[in-house]
């Protein structure tokens, strides 16, 4: 689903250059769980903003499901983070003045889908995280957990076939930081391949893989790999708002 | 999309009051100013009849002083009016589509009501032709024939205005008005009519209103009624209105419409022929120089439109890029303090092309709103540049004004908006998606 080799990212400034990456190959196959642990400064959420084509890297390759990126314009890599990539931040990055559905809504916009077939996807994946009652709230009047479940409709509506999530949970407390994986493992077990950065260990070992990141290099911790949670034809269902 | 964005802009007018409202308030107020002017300027520079400026023609030739030009100035211009002589000579020539000869007169008119006292209205003495040439409207009837032109028959096209006068607006046709010391039969009624500038008399004020009453030419014989124009001379008219007929005396215009080049060349060889001839009785001492100028070309030489109207407009225009520069600012910072939201557009597919897209939308909406407001307070401003020149001009705004309004106001907004919209599309949504 993704593989990276020997990717470099080097973020310069007048006087300084700091390699957030160095060197790094990763691949990452369709279905598998991985976290992606770390100190800060590490390297994560450069990985993470690499793998999902929001920052160029100065050397190695990238192959995204099976199309090497390295080469597409702005305007093709836009489509394949719209069509092919989910996001889920630690932040949310709900948009405050739109309402859930219209959040939920932004993905398809750009995908330019008739009212009809947005209606009926934002439903399902509203339906997906519990929040069909909540469609008309704002972001401001949910939880966290509740404004986090929306932005994981947010990542699943286009039906992506890659989830990255960065330190979904670092905003929540624990037993909701647990309800989120627990809505994540849910998709993943769909067939969505997810890489999620983590500073929780305890998540982290719910993950079917896990990548320890330092100093923009890779070590990979799982020699042996748990069976991946996909299982063909499993359905995410619905849970109650 | 566009519905989307439209939403979108619409939803960001209203998150920032305070700064839509200055952003099209700016916009407004550079419409209007630039409006005024550019309204000002259309009507004093403008066509005053787009539709057919370029077959009417105005006749000159130089049959005036040989020791002295009529202009010295412009040495090389011959004067703008005729003779009654050449006029009448002109009148003969079939190579026209239509022609007249013309001019203005201050008349007496005894209305036929008790409550109207008799009043004076400048009129225009004229040919038949003068209405289908210059496409003048008729509410009621019509014009008078050519044969009328002949009699004179006592037939009058009354403007709309006089109409209202006399007859409290009612179709007057057939009815009788008495002017000096004779009735005329009404044979039509204009509707609104006012050409700006009133190309067809320059000399006499371009900026006048058209006349109230329109009499056959030959009229002017029969009450030995002089212009009320300017008449000028190089010579001496003693004698009355007869010697006038006779003199050297210029005073009156001479219009012909020509409808094709050929037209054109047949008709000033006919005029040089006629000059030619007069050269030869003695009189035409001058160098040939006629001239068949059309309604555009005329006004420019006549100078008609001031050039304070033409460096007015050009201020006020400037004055409308200034909003716009001011407007760069105030765009760029809202903009760009929506970057976070962009950042995660961007994250969830939106392409460079899409947000660059939706902020020029966003542009638009404020340049429309703007363009409303403009013309909101254009006729306001309008109305009162009218008061300042004792409501002569009547300035008002048409579709094509109005057009130019809204596409100012777009260009305004597009010019303010596309800098912040570019660097807003430029954003690296990485930098922001950690950090909201």
């Known amino acids: 689903m993704l593989e990276m080799s020997n990717v470099a990212k080097v973020y310069r400034t007048e006087h300084v250059e700091t390699h957030a990456l160095s060197e790094f190959s990763l691949r990452v196959d369709e279905g598998e769980f991985v976290s992606v642990m770390g100190p800060s400064g590490s390297g994560k959420t450069t990985f993470l903003n690499l793998a999902g084509l929001l920052d160029a890297f100065d050397a190695g390759s990238y192959r995204l499901d099976g199309e090497d990126v390295s080469r597409l314009s702005d305007r093709q890599m836009s489509r394949i983070r719209n ?17 859930v559905f219209d959040n939920v809504d932004v993905p398809l916009r750009y995908r330019g889908l008739r009212a009809a077939a947005r209606r009926e996807a934002i439903d399902e994946a509203l339906g997906i995280v519990g929040l069909s009652a909540r469609s008309k709230h704002l972001p401001a009047q949910l939880s966290g957990g509740q404004q986090q479940r929306v932005a994981i409709a947010r990542a699943l509506v286009g ?58 290099r890779m070590i990979d911790l799982d020699h042996d790999r748990p069976e991946p949670l996909f299982q063909p034809g499993r359905s995410l269902g619905t849970a109650q708002a | ?100 000869a013309m001019h203005k007169a201050d008349l007496t008119v005894h209305p036929a009501r008790q409550d109207l006292k008799p009043f004076r209205q400048l009129t225009r003495l004229c040919f038949a032709d003068f209405f289908p040439m210059f496409d003048v409207p008729f509410r009621y009837g019509a014009g008078w024939s050519r044969e009328a032109d002949l009699g004179p028959e006592a037939v009058v096209v009354l403007a709309a205005e006089t109409n209202q006068r006399l007859f409290g607006g009612e179709d007057s046709v057939g009815r009788s008005v008495r002017i000096e010391d004779r009735d005329f039969r009404v044979v039509g009624v204009l509707d609104a009519w006012r050409p ?36 000028s001379s190089w ?47 003695g009189r035409f001492a001058r160098p040939q120089n006629n001239k068949v100028r059309d309604v555009m070309t005329w006004l420019r030489v006549a100078e008609v439109a001031p050039e304070e109207a033409r460096a007015l407009m050009i201020i006020a225009l400037l004055f409308l890029l200034v909003c716009s520069v001011n407007l760069i600012g105030i765009l760029l910072g809202k903009f760009l303090a929506r970057a976070p939201e962009i950042g995660v557009r961007r994250a969830l597919g939106a392409s460079r092309r899409q947000v660059f897209a939706q902020h020029l939308v966003e542009c638009a909406v404020i340049g429309l709103c ?32 109005f057009g130019v309004a809204l596409a100012l106001a777009l260009v305004s907004a597009f010019v303010a908006g596309v800098y912040p919209a570019w660097r807003v599309c430029r954003t690296q949504p990485a930098l922001y998606l950690k950090t909201q």
Do not use: C
């Open chain 2, 196 to 231: 700006l500038p009133k190309f067809y008399d320059t000399t006499n004020g371009p900026f006048d209103p058209a006349e109230g009453m329109f009499l056959p030419f030959h009229f002017g014989r029969v009450f030995e009624m002089y212009t009320a124009g300017n008449t």
């Open chain 2, 1 to 100: 999309m566009l519905d989307y964005q439209l939403g979108l802009s619409w939803r960001s007018l209203k998150r920032n009051p305070v700064l839509s409202l200055l952003s099209i308030g700016g916009i407004g107020l550079g419409i209007a100013v630039s409006m005024i002017f550019v309204t000002a300027y259309y009507y004093l520079a403008g066509d005053p009849i787009p539709q057919k400026s370029d077959r009417l023609f105005l006749v000159q030739l130089d049959a005036w002083d040989p020791a002295r030009p009529w202009d010295s100035d412009r040495p090389g211009e011959p004067p703008d009016q005729l003779t009654y002589m050449d006029a009448m000579a002109l009148m003969k020539s079939d190579v026209p589509t239509y022609k007249t």
């Open chain 2, 370 to 401: 703007g363009a409303g407001l403009g013309l909101v307070l254009t006729p306001l401003g309008l109305a009162l540049v009218d008061r300042l020149f004792d409501e002569q001009f009547d300035f008002r705004l048409d579709p094509i004004l």
């Open chain 1, 159 to 216: 039906r992506p076939r890659l989830i990255l999530a960065d330190e979904p949970t670092g905003n929540l407390d624990s037993a909701m930081a647990h309800e989120i994986l627990d809505l994540i493992e849910k998709i993943n077990a769909t067939g969505t391949t997810v890489v999620m950065v983590t500073h929780d260990p305890e998540l982290a070992n719910r993950t079917s893989r896990r990548i320890h990141l330092l100093d923009g």
């Open chain 2, 235 to 281: 010579g001496s008219y003693d004698g009355g209105y007869a010697a006038l007929l006779q003199s050297e005396a210029i005073w009156l215009q001479f219009w012909v419409q020509l409808d094709d080049d050929r037209q054109r060349e047949s008709f000033e060889a006919w005029i040089a022929g006629y000059a030619a001839e007069q050269a030869k009785l």
């Open chain 1, 83 to 99: 069509e092919k990539i989910g996001f889920i931040f630690q932040t949310f990055n709900l948009i405050p003045d739109l309402n």
